[in-house]
């Protein structure tokens, strides 16, 4: 496996062993590598720097580093510019952790979730939520108040969220915006905290603005199995082959990402076009991606497009010739799709070169897509199997 990557990278975010933007995909760094068929399963991007998630539990981290959000608390730690794998010692109990279930990003923090062992009960385990970098919006769950102090916000590795999960349970998902995050429950209920000025947290949080500590988001019609988050929005996803989901957000709906389009509705009813559920779900800053799946037969299975909502000042959402994705990973103002012939392709937003060279006076790829040069990715043979997307930062995966 080889990991790849393109885009902004002020503060090394992308794990090239300097700061500089590049627009071509280029290998990645690692202090020390994956093992071997150790696939990576997630990509979390906060503004500067970024979280890997393999699939063994291990997490690497790379990027800004000044406030901890990459696990490490030593003075000469300011910017990763490799990945580093992430190990924690819990401060409650002092218990290493080097494994974790999910893993989110906010603008300045990271959330991780991993399951330790109960004190009180030997051979007994339970999720905690851990919790590093900043915390200015509460959006690291932690119970404290924003004071003058920017240094009394900081959350240093190794803390975690106390008291949070109702008995019995465990967190199934994690998902972040800038600024709010949410879990989601192993008996379908959906937690959230940080900002909730704009319904991100539903209707009933959001005169409160700011939700400190974890607390339940209410009015989900289905269990909850899944979610994803935009810059301050949210869709919560239950039963994907029953195209379960409901989107959160401000009803003055300033980029339409309420206007969930007619076909998607009620999808799996006679009425939607042979819609039935969808493979995958992607959120930007301000728009929604959904990977819709057919009823009918396979050639017409494979041939349901993109379809998307939302803000398309930059070419954000899906041209009209972009043929139908295998695969597809969403950016803050752009995206990734690979093809079913193995071309990777990007549109929207690009002005940090996270949309490959072929931009236009803007920095955008509006109203078409850009095939990324793959010369130096695939020059071993290996094919892409994965993508990622961030903060203007672009990732590729191969084996």
């Not at 339409?256 to 009813?269: A, F, I, N, Q």
């Amino acid at each position: 496996m080889k990991l790849f990557a393109f885009g902004s990278n002020g503060s090394g975010q992308l794990a090239l062993g300097h700061t500089e933007d590049v627009s071509s995909p280029t290998q990645c760094l690692f202090d020390e590598p994956p093992a071997t068929g150790d696939a990576i399963v997630h990509i979390a991007a906060g503004g500067n720097h970024t979280l890997l998630l393999t699939e063994s539990g291990c997490v690497y981290a790379a990027g800004c580093n000044t406030d901890g959000r990459c696990g490490l608390d030593t003075p000469d730690s300011e910017n990763l510019l490799s990945f580093r794998r992430v190990v924690l010692r819990d401060a409650e109990t002092g218990s290493r952790i080097d494994t974790f279930k999910c893993v989110s990003a906010t603008w300045e923090g990271s959330i991780l979730v991993a399951s330790v062992q109960k004190s009180a009960d030997m051979g007994v385990r339970e999720d905690k939520v851990f919790v590093m970098g900043s915390n200015p919006k509460g959006e690291l769950g932690l119970q404290l108040q924003s004071t003058s102090t920017p240094g009394d916000n900081v959350i240093r590795p190794g803390s975690s969220i106390p008291d949070f999960l109702p008995q019995g349970t465990n967190v199934i998902a994690l998902a972040s915006g800038m600024g709010h995050t949410i879990a989601v429950l192993s008996n379908g209920e959906v937690y959230g905290w940080g900002g909730s000025r704009k319904s991100q947290l539903g209707e009933t949080l959001k005169d409160q603005k700011i939700i400190w500590s974890p607390a339940k988001v209410e009015g989900m019609p289905f269990a909850a199995q899944s979610a994803v988050c935009g810059r301050e929005f949210s869709v919560v996803c239950g039963d994907r082959g029953k195209g379960e989901f409901g989107v959160l957000g401000d009803k003055a709906n300033r980029w339409g990402v309420l206007d969930v389009p007619e076909s998607l509705r009620d999808m799996g009813s006679s009425g939607n076009g042979g819609l039935m559920g969808f493979s995958s779900i992607g959120a930007s800053w301000h728009g929604i991606y959904i990977h819709a799946t057919s009823q009918s037969s396979t050639a017409e299975r494979n041939s349901v497009p993109l379809i998307a909502w939302g803000r398309n000042d930059r070419g954000q959402l899906p041209p009209d010739n972009l043929p139908p994705p295998a695969k597809l990973a969403v950016g803050s103002e752009h995206v990734l799709v690979l093809m079913r012939d193995g071309a990777v392709a990007a549109f929207g937003w690009g002005e940090h070169g996270n949309c490959g060279p072929d931009t236009d006076e803007r920095g955008n790829v509006a109203g078409r897509y850009s095939l990324i040069p793959l010369d130096d990715v695939l020059a071993g043979g290996e094919k892409v199997i994965g993508l990622g997307a961030g903060c203007a930062t672009s990732w590729i995966v191969t084996e």
